[in-house]
Nanobody, 114 residues
Framework: QVQLVESGGGLVQAGGSLRLSCAASGIRISIYPMSWYRQAPGNQRELVAAISNVGRTDYEDSVKGRFTISRDNAKNTVYLQMDSLKPEDTAVYYC????????WGHGTQVTVSS
């Protein structure tokens, strides 16, 4: 059974940093693209960053230059380094992988105070 568990969220002041982790179990992630999404209250879930199985990355425009997605296949884990955080980054952050269907974690709350 595929499971994704996010961690690393919390409360941080604007300009601060957080590092999110997404640990996978039940499957080896090495051949699959992985991504991070976020959902703020009242908003739709949106793609934040994605990384291919060979390490190519893509970012939503508002986080380019501030967020970095990476993967450690040996640890079966994907990361999202978030720097220069802004209040508008406040959301629940989710990890996702797609095999024959989408698998989501339960999310981790990120709150950025002004």
């Amino acid at each position: 059974q595929v499971q994704l568990v996010e961690s690393g969220g919390g409360l941080v002041q604007a300009g601060g940093s957080l590092r999110l982790s997404c640990a996978a179990s039940g499957i080896r992630i090495s051949i699959y693209p992985m991504s991070w999404y976020r959902q703020a209250p009242g908003n739709q879930r949106e793609l934040v960053a994605a990384i291919s199985n060979v390490g190519r990355t893509d970012y939503e425009d508002s986080v380019k230059g501030r967020f970095t997605i990476s993967r450690d296949n040996a640890k079966n884990t994907v990361y999202l380094q978030m720097d220069s955080l802004k209040p508008e980054d406040t959301a629940v952050y989710y990890c996702k992988m797609t095999i024959r269907s989408d698998y989501w974690g339960h999310g981790t709350q990120v709150t950025v105070s002004s």
